[in-house]
């Protein structure tokens, strides 16, 4: 390992590993900078200019995401040119956006950190822009949206898909105040590389790119988040159910960082939850009657009948005459009580998951 | 896995073999793309030139069931070259005499002749892998599927010992377990052979423990893995089923056969949360609450027992899984204690299991996941298993030499079959069918075909044709598909409609250890419709 640096942030002296940002250096000693374009999973681009900051010797500000840490680094993030810098970047940024009836940046339902930051700084109030950015054509996709008016350009999204996702299926295009996200001759996503992994909606900083089935401009605590575990495959990623009214509404990725999978999902994670509140759902117990037909019981009926008709098997072939088949998709705990019910029950080993592997 | 997927993103090497990690563990593929963001290296074998393969530094494109020849071979040039980690060798494996021996027959020639794979590519990966330090091997179905599955990692194994690349972060021994909970349903003793807790049924002391915990005895014969359990329908020693959450009919080999046995059973139970096919066999249909109705836990890939939490009521009168349970055991007459919670069933569990003795839901709700081992509550978890010295002390390595698949080719039927998965899909399917997303991608089921063998047949991109094989035929459109070679076929094994199911097609003999069956590889023919 590399020795350790020390850098010096307004005045305080912090210790650093050489390779780190000094943004990284402050937000793990708790010293808030604001910041647009940066991810820690991406590469920094240094692009959106929220997090510059002033650094001994340089003549101009510099972006803090981008800005690897030397020896006795000096750094300082607050001073009345850093101030009037992020007034007027702000206001820039917030002349170009959708703002509700009090002139902030809309609320949307992922959160949008556009308006985070203008209810908690002063910024300079400018003229309206209406950047004439391209909107995106039909895309029959179902699941990813792009709306150019909360789009601040921070390329996020093409970033994620990039480096991340590794498809390039998004990218940034045109020029100056058209400059928009597009896919290659405006094609949907369908016919593209993408993988509707719906990374490029999770990075989005304001809601520009949104999950098309979900309500998009809820205040937040609308909308209740609960922590679970991935019922695909193995990898286990945390997801967190957005609920509304007894309704999962859109499923999130907890911040990266904190979990298994860093902040990412995939499409089957993310997207492909329609199966919770399907028509098809098994409803009702069922005992097939002596028309060959499956007919409604209750519970009671029916927990009897299954326990009589296993007992009856044991009864007259033997306990090894049972198969018990567990589900490698059903919890631990359903599982321990499966292989309970033929041991101890039953009297017989046979019982094994869907393990192919 | 013995190392956890965070280590991933920081290993410098990346051998995938069988794995089509792209689609099947799409976040763990986002991982290995980070690594290779960094300047990692990756090598791939695979008899199909999956989108991993195209990021690869080789793509090792080995005949279908040829996997002990390529794997031995890698070994055979670290030994012969003297790659191996001498000290590791010495200190820490067993068996190295007879395991050399017998590598040294499997030449990189030799292996070519019989993979497909250039000498000269198995040399280069042997000479990066056992050279680099934080170099990790990543398999899943590819090399379990078949009924030399156990053999495969049995191979693979060796190659990690000998190197030493055990107990090092970001390298290891990683296979990627297929389903949400494959992983912990079997810790928790859903398994012919393991009680709960990763304890052999064999172990009197670990019997006696849960013979005490449940007031009953527990037989001390093995029970039937679920190949056996489906043969046993199949020839009439099997009775009686109870079937939960998995759509065998689906997902089991030679489903005509397991259709015709299903139907002879006296009596089946079947608990789930869809109409699924297998549920047409039931006698009792049970309907269930869905992961995102009830609390439990899940333990993924790299033995992390995570939270499943209740965000929304199930459908109807459906109940959660854990609560039919428990009152089936009491419909019975067996005294279920009254659990009120999943949190409870765990606790019972994790008392009598050393490895998991320092889980509970209260931890969990706190920490976030934990990785077993963890034996006390004090206990952080073992994200990187074997790190100082091998947990049994010594690794044996096991001399295994090549057996061909069990359905060889033939002029009646020429091509080797095999399946896997899609992006899109999950399995049987029951869910993501009913999402729009997966089927605007994949809507019907299809069989991937080289250009080459599709021109032979005379039909094109999309026409409709029936593939034969010794147990079924199906009639599904053809993609033809660069990624598969001339005298090889693919198919996804997800349900699209009861007729075209994939494995109507397979074969049901299973691995002799595991029982795990030979998806990877079966003979079929292809026909042109009206022809
Ligand atoms: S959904 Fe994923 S693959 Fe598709 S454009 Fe967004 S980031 Fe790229
Ligand atoms: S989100 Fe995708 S990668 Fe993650 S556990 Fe679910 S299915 Fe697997
Ligand atoms: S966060 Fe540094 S420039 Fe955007």
Known sequence: ?357 | MTNSVPEIRDCDLMFVIGSNTTEAHPVIAMEMKRALHRGARLFVADPRAIWLTQMAEQHLQHRPGTDVWLINALAHVIVAEGLYDKAYVEQYTENFEEFSALVADYSPERSEAITGVPAEQIRQLARAYATTKKAAIFYTLGITEHTHGTDNVFALANLVAITGHLGVRSAGLNPLRGQNNVQGAGDVGAHPDNLPGVQKVADAGARARFEAEWGAAIPTERGLNLNEIMHGIEDGSIRGLFVMGEDIVVSEPNAARLERGLNELEFVVVQEIFPSETARFAHVVLPAACFAEKDGTFTNTDRRVQRVRRAVPPPGQARPDWEILADLARACGYPMPAYATPADIWAEMARQSPKLAGISHERLDRDGGLLWPCPSPEHGGTPTLHVGAPMRGKVLLHAVAYRPPVEPTSAEYPLVLSTGRVLYHYNAGNQTRRDRGPNMKFSSNFVEMSRRDAKDLGVADGELVRVVSRRGQVEVPVLVSPRVRHGLVWMPMHNFATATRTNLLTIDKGDPITGTAEYKVCAVRVERLGA
């Open chain 1, 1 to 357: 390992m590399a020795d350790t640096l020390t850098i010096h942030i307004d005045g305080q002296a912090l210790t650093a590993q050489p390779g780190e940002s000094v943004l990284q250096v402050a937000k793990r000693n708790h010293i808030a900078i604001p910041t647009l374009c940066h991810d820690e999973r991406l590469d920094a681009a240094g692009c959106c200019r929220a997090c510059l900051v002033e650094i001994d010797g340089q003549r101009r500000l510099q972006p803090s995401c981008n800005w690897p840490v030397s020896q006795d680094l000096r750094v300082s993030t607050r001073s009345p040119r850093i101030e009037r810098h992020r007034a007027t970047l702000l206001g820039l940024y917030v002349a170009d956006h959708r703002l509700d009836q009090d002139g902030l940046p809309v609320h949307t339902t992922q959160g949008n950190e556009l308006r985070t930051w203008a209810e908690t700084t002063d910024f300079k109030r400018l003229l309206a822009i209406d950047s004439p950015r391209h909107p995106r054509g039909v895309d029959a996709n179902p699941y990813v949206a792009y709306d150019p008016d909360l789009c601040i350009l921070c390329a996020r999204c093409t970033r994620y898909c990039d480096e991340i996702e590794a498809v390039s299926a998004i990218q940034l295009a045109w020029r100056g105040a058209e400059t928009s996200i597009a896919t290659a001759g405006g094609r949907g996503l369908l016919d593209t590389t993408c993988e509707l992994c719906g990374g490029c909606v999770d990075v989005c900083p304001t809601g520009a790119m949104h999950a098309k089935q979900a309500p998009r401009f809820e205040k937040p605590g609308a909308v209740q988040k609960v922590r679970s575990t991935c019922n695909f495959c193995g990898v286990g990623c945390q997801l967190d159910l957005n609920v509304q009214d007894g309704k999962i509404i859109q499923v999130t990725a907890p911040p990266p960082g904190e979990t298994v999978n860093d902040g990412n999902l995939c499409v089957k994670g993310r997207f492909a939850y329609g199966f919770v509140h399907h028509e098809d759902r098994l409803r009702q117990p069922q005992i097939r009657g002596a028309d060959g037909e499956l007919h409604d019981a209750t519970w009671d009926e029916a927990l009897h009948y299954a326990a009589k008709g296993l007992l009856g098997v044991r009864d007259r072939h033997g306990p090894n005459a049972l198969g018990f088949v567990s589900s490698s998709r059903c919890t631990n705990e359903e599982n321990y009580l499966v292989q309970k019910l033929a041991r101890a029950v039953f009297q017989t080993n046979n019982v094994h998951q869907c393990a192919a592997t």
